[in-house]
Structures are given as C-alpha cells and as structure tokens.
C-alpha cells in the first residue's frame, strides 16, 4: 500500500472480526495498548491486522492469536460442547486507541 492510498472497508474485514471481548482480564490489556477480539478460526494474522486497520482506522503493531476450546456443558441431562474459538491480541501502536464501548 502506498502512503496516502486509502484502502476501503469490505465484508470480509466484517466477517473476519466476529466481536470484542469485554472482560476484567482483557480489560487489564489496555494498559499495555491492546485489544482483545473473537475471529474466525480460519483468519491468518495478516487478514486480521487488515481487518482492524481497515475498520478502525488505526495502526496495528502486532498481532498474537491463540484458539480457545470449548467447554464441556450439561444442558437439560444431556452433555454438549460449546464451540472451540479464535482469540487475537491485537496490541497498537503508541498512541492509537480504539472505543470498544463506543456503540454502547
């Protein structure tokens, strides 16, 4: 990408980023600039830092990934698994932020 060539946002930047995680642990993340989100299981850490620089208008410094699985549930006397997930930490460059509450 050239310096000044400004990239559209498409539906697979949409697609690639499922949801924030809000939670007390990715919360404390902040401090250190990063940003916590569910991705698709299949989204290499390259889409993704498209993905976030493209949405969010924002400078990605690096990307770490990690895949949680899912836990063991009863429900109703019968045993299910809830599905395993992609996690991305996404850590920005000095500076930058993103509301994650904004919409809230």
């Given at each position: 990408m050239r310096a000044g060539l400004i990239k559209m946002v498409?539906?697979?930047?949409?697609?690639?980023?499922?949801?924030?995680?809000?939670?007390?642990?990715s919360s404390m993340?902040?401090?250190?600039?990063?940003?916590?989100?569910q991705v698709q299981k299949t989204s290499s850490?390259?889409?993704?830092?498209l993905a976030?620089?493209?949405?969010?208008?924002?400078?990605?410094?690096k990307v770490n990934t990690s895949i949680v699985k899912g836990k063991l549930k009863s429900f109703r006397g019968s045993l299910?698994?809830?599905s395993d997930y992609k996690?991305?930490?996404?850590?920005?460059e000095d500076g930058q932020t993103i509301d994650i509450n904004a919409g809230v």
């Open positions: 498409t539906i697979k930047d949409f697609k690639t980023i499922i949801k924030p995680i809000i939670t007390e642990k993340g902040s401090e250190y600039n990063q940003v916590t989100f850490k390259k889409e993704i830092k976030i620089e493209n949405i969010f208008k924002v400078k990605v410094k299910g698994k809830r996690k991305a930490f996404v850590t920005l």
